[in-house]
């Protein structure tokens, strides 16, 4: 099963799936897509991990630079299209080495 990884403006990342939500949100921005277990590994190995989460919630993903961004001078986009790339790399060497 193949899912999307999509962030809104504020770096918090989310998942596709096929019942709940099939589609990237509106106001979101698509990461990359592929198979599922994939994905997820990756985006879990990539993104800055956010431990705010409520009691029996899981670990928050956030696109590393970009909710800081505006307070270092960066420009949020350029994070995203830094994190897009990375994503999508280690996608292509997680195809190539199965």
Known sequence: MKITAFCYASGLIGFTTPVRCPKVPEGALPIITGP??????IIE???RHSYKAKKGQHTRFLV???PEAELMGYDPAEMLIKFRAWTAKRLNEERRAA
């Open 36 to 41: 599922a277990k994939k994905v997820r590994k």
């Open 45 to 47: 190995a990539c993104a």
């Open 64 to 66: 590393p630079g970009i």
